[in-house]
């Protein structure tokens, strides 16, 4: 069964830095079309960045242009997402999301908190 775990969250002061980083179980990541989106409280599930299975393109959110990148690294077998620069209203769980056979396959999903 596949499944994508999240890791790399926790709390951060504005202008700080974090990694995240998903993992995947039962499916090689290489060979797959990875997201990243968030989720605000009384928001919705907003995509923020997604990186191609065979050539690494990467797609941006407006909001996440110029300070996240996507990034691959299929021999640890991990898609990351490096945010700099980040705002308090950044704050929100985070969530790695692959598609199987039209399946949507999410995280458990990782906190984000960026408050001084």
């Given at each position: 069964q596949l499944q994508v775990v999240e890791?790399?969250?926790?709390?951060?002061?504005p202008g700080g830095s974090l990694r995240l980083s998903c993992a995947a179980s039962g499916?090689?990541?290489?060979?797959?079309?990875i997201g990243w989106?968030?989720?605000?409280?009384?928001?919705?599930?907003?995509?923020?960045?997604c990186i191609g299975?065979?050539?690494?393109?990467?797609?941006?959110a407006n909001f996440a242009k110029g300070r996240f990148t996507i990034s691959?690294?299929?021999?640890?077998?991990?898609?990351?997402?490096?945010?700099?620069?980040?705002?308090?209203?950044d704050t929100a769980t985070y969530y790695c999301?692959?598609?199987?056979?039209?399946?949507?396959?999410?995280g458990q999903g990782i906190q984000v908190t960026v408050s001084s």
């Open positions: 890791s790399g969250g926790g709390l951060v002061h499916f090689s990541l290489s060979s797959y079309v989106f968030r989720q605000a409280p009384g928001k919705e599930r907003a995509g923020i960045a299975a065979k050539n690494n393109s990467t797609v941006y691959r690294d299929n021999d640890k077998s991990l898609v990351s997402l490096q945010m700099n620069s980040l705002k308090p209203e999301n692959t598609i199987s056979k039209g399946v949507p396959y999410w």
